[in-house]
């Protein structure tokens, strides 16, 4: 049973992944499910063996993405030899380069997921909404560290500063695609710093 099972959760996992490679791509509606099934070389039995429908597959999909960003997060906050500021420019530098690696192209997945989904799906909105949350909070202690090493200006406000870290990061990958360029990426790092840091 164990041997099925984890079978079972490999099949699953490998379907995630290529629907999420699709998604990034091209956005959840324009990716069909025989493009997953085609490109993922499974039954739709099997599919449906895993996901009751779409949208459920929709937000395997973004607890996937999350789960990706969870894990970078999760390796900067942990690293010791590493100051605040240099956390936050090594998340800055570590997506710059993953987007750059695409082209400037597809953006943020859960961003993008959030600007296709969330006005016709509560189920999606609440998800992306948690995955935000998840990242604010990463960013929140990041500041916290940094206020107490005397790094960044004693008197930010962390959590509204954390929001406002993810917003106009997701603001500036919008605008990356738009340019294909990196340029919002690095005129966002320049102004963070400038607002956290003292003068």
Request: charged letters at 20%; aromatic letters at 12%.
């Amino acid at each position: 049973m164990k041997q099925a099972s984890s079978k079972g959760e490999l099949t699953r996992l490998h379907i995630i992944e290529v629907g999420a490679k699709l998604i990034h791509q091209q956005g959840f509606n324009n990716t069909g499910l025989q493009q997953i099934l085609k490109e993922a070389k499974v039954t739709k039995g099997s599919f449906y063996f895993h996901f009751t429908d779409k949208n459920v597959f929709g937000l395997a999909v973004i607890d996937y993405f999350t789960g990706f960003f969870r894990k970078t997060a999760m390796q900067l906050l942990a690293n010791n030899s590493l100051t605040a500021l240099e956390k936050l420019q090594a998340f800055y530098l570590h997506f710059r380069q993953a987007f750059e690696k695409m082209g400037f192209q597809c953006g943020c997945p859960i961003g993008n997921l959030s600007q296709e989904m969330s006005d016709i799906s509560p189920e999606f909105a609440l998800k992306v909404n948690s995955a935000f949350t998840g990242m604010t909070a990463f960013f929140n202690k990041i500041l916290m560290q940094g206020i107490a090493s005397g790094e960044f200006k004693q008197n930010l406000a962390t959590k509204s500063c954390a929001s406002f870290i993810v917003d106009s990061w997701e603001g500036a990958v919008l605008r990356m695609k738009s340019m294909q360029s990196a340029e919002p990426l690095d005129n966002w790092f320049s102004f963070i710093k400038e607002i956290i840091l003292p003068v």
